[in-house]
């Protein structure tokens, strides 16, 4: 196991108040999976301009076992009593 820290994105999709009451879609993401840029920030001129880089993000239509595959399962499998093991949401 690696002691090297990943820092992730996931982004959840809309719920339905979202939907319902029109809401937009505020990030775009590089095709490399590893940017988001905010929408707004594109005409910006400060540090978020460039957008925000990650080891992986994950966009709205990810599903679950894809996010845990790539930045749980290691850590789960290196750690089996899970002492020291931290997991922000």
């Known amino acids: 196991m690696s ?18 009451e029109g809401g937009e879609i505020v990030v775009a993401f590089d095709e490399n999976l590893k940017t988001v840029q905010l929408r707004s920030a594109q005409l910006s001129t400060g540090p978020e301009k460039d957008g925000f880089t990650f080891d992986r993000v994950f ?13 749980v399962k290691d850590i789960v499998k290196g750690n089996p009593s899970q002492a020291n093991l931290a997991r922000f949401t």
């Open 59 to 71: 966009p709205m239509g990810t599903n679950q076992y894809e996010v845990f595959d790539y930045g």
């Open 3 to 20: 002691n090297n820290i990943k820092v992730v994105c996931r982004f959840r999709p809309p719920n339905s108040l979202e939907l319902r």
